[in-house]
T-cell receptor, first 111, second 113 residues
Framework: GQQLNQSPQSMFIQEGEDVSMNCTSS?????WLWYKQDPGEGPVLLIA?????ELTSNGRLTAQFGITRKDSFLNISASIPSDVGIYFC???????????FGTGTRLKVLA | EPEVTQTPSHQVTQMGQEVILRCVPI?????FYWYRQILGQKVEFLVS????????KSEIFDDQFSVERPDGSNFTLKIRSTKLEDSAMYFC???????????FGPGTRLTVL
């Protein structure tokens, strides 16, 4: 079946650093969603992307919909301790409302 | 701000028992979903529901699972005869359209003993 691969799998960064992560697929997506999940809680929507090439910001977060429609990128600027968590990309498989989630990037911020 | 709610937050059951997990989606949303997340793993799609019927389901969503919208506000997931491997967090989500942003509830932790 379709898979969304995220990299890196995990990362430790210093507070104040910028973070980049990406999500890739072998198939085309028409929607990319980025979520953050804290332990024991539900995913929280960060950014939604609907158009190839689209660049959207939400505070310190910026996400881009790759022009090939097979990838997406999330950047976090000037990280803070509360950015700790797991970041997931997600999207509906082509022609369906069946969403798949990426493998996740675990972010740890060192104060 | 409107949010998806789920009850109970934690359900413990014996293997073979039936469980019903409940969700109240955001009120103007038309599409509803259930997902499962086994501890430490990614979120997995189970089923989507629109216009009082299932629109998509995954291979995980076998005959032991069913969904229902019994009234105008609740959306339920029933597992008929629970197995040990059904232990997971179950998340409900809803969206206005089937292709746009989904909002998740806080989840129900299901433990099957």
């Amino acid at each position: 079946g379709q898979q969304l691969n995220q990299s890196p799998q995990s990362m430790f960064i210093q507070e104040g650093e910028d973070v980049s992560m990406n999500c890739t697929s072998s198939s085309i997506f028409n929607t990319w969603l980025w979520y953050k999940q804290d332990p024991g809680e539900g995913p929280v929507l960060l950014i939604a992307l609907y158009k190839a090439g689209e660049l959207t910001s939400n505070g310190r977060l910026t996400a881009q919909f790759g022009i090939t429609r097979k990838d997406s990128f999330l950047n976090i600027s000037a990280s803070i301790p509360s950015d700790v968590g797991i970041y997931f990309c997600a999207g509906p498989t082509s022609g369906t409302y069946k969403y798949i989630f990426g493998t996740g990037t675990r972010l740890k911020v060192l104060a | 701000e409107p949010e998806v709610t789920q009850t109970p937050s934690h359900q413990v059951t014996q293997m073979g028992q039936e469980v019903i997990l409940r969700c109240v989606p955001i009120s103007n949303h038309l599409y509803f979903y259930w997902y499962r997340q086994i501890l430490g793993q990614k979120v997995e799609f189970l089923v989507s529901f629109y216009n009082n019927e299932i629109s998509e389901k995954s291979e995980i969503f076998d005959d032991q699972f069913s969904v229902e919208r019994p009234d105008g506000s609740n959306f339920t997931l029933k597992i008929r005869s629970t197995k040990l491997e059904d232990s997971a967090m179950y998340f409900c989500a809803s969206s206005v359209q089937g292709w746009n942003e989904q909002f998740f509830g806080p989840g129900t932790r299901l433990t099957v003993l």
